[in-house]
């Protein structure tokens, strides 16, 4: 038996564009995008509406998605959508064959708390605030998708993502939590250290004293 032919070297925006058709639906690329942001950006990331039709015509052309206008009431058409027998092959190869990869970790926040001796603690503070916050909006947003995929059989493989993404940013808002108090142990002992310092500076030895008067 021959083997297959290996799949093409796509970038993951492809294949998630694609592994979005491969749900069976009929969709536009607003339809599209509205989908990425409701599942995808939870875990990687949500594309933007020119990478989408970018990435559209380039599953059509070799022939893993199609696409037809559909006309309604002399309005300008909209673009559908479907992935194809040779697409739903693909996908389903590369999910099963692709290598299993390390996370690459692009964390702004950390970097920032990196070159904290730059910055000033008050706003390094306000931003690991903000931070926590915003890892508690998206754990919020998360146990709702999942809530609403959870009605969906269908979607049950997405549904148990969303609710990893549930405990990933919960995890993101307690470990903000820690370094909060982190910071605020390093900023009590860094006053101790500039008070011991100053201590240190006024006091003076007798030979300096003698120096001083000579």
Do not use: C
Not at 52 to 59: M, P
């Amino acid at each position: 038996m021959a083997s297959e032919e290996p799949l093409p070297h796509l970038r993951p925006t492809s294949w998630a564009v694609l592994g979005l058709l491969s749900f069976g639906e009929e969709l536009s690329g607003y339809d599209l995008k509205k989908w990425a942001d409701w599942s995808l950006r939870f875990f990687y990331w949500a594309p933007s509406y020119s990478q989408i039709y970018g990435e559209l015509r380039k599953l059509e052309e070799i022939g893993y998605a199609t696409s037809r206008v559909v006309n309604k009431d002399d309005v300008r058409g909209k673009r559908l959508y479907t992935i194809t027998p040779e697409g739903e092959q693909a996908v389903a190869r590369w999910a099963s064959e692709a290598p299993v990869e390390m996370p690459v970790l692009k964390h702004g926040v950390m970097l920032r708390m990196w070159l904290g001796h730059a910055s000033d603690p008050d706003q390094l503070r306000a931003m690991l605030v903000e931070h926590r916050e915003q890892s508690e909006k998206m754990r919020v947003r998360a146990v709702a998708d999942a809530e609403g995929a959870s009605h969906e059989p269908g979607w049950a493989y997405p549904e148990m993502v969303l609710r990893w993404a549930e405990r990933y940013y919960a995890d993101e808002r307690d470990r903000a939590d820690t370094m909060l108090s982190e910071l605020d142990a390093v900023r009590a002992k860094q006053r101790r250290s500039s008070t011991a310092k100053r201590t240190t500076r006024a006091r003076r030895s007798s030979a300096d004293l003698r120096q001083h008067r000579a």
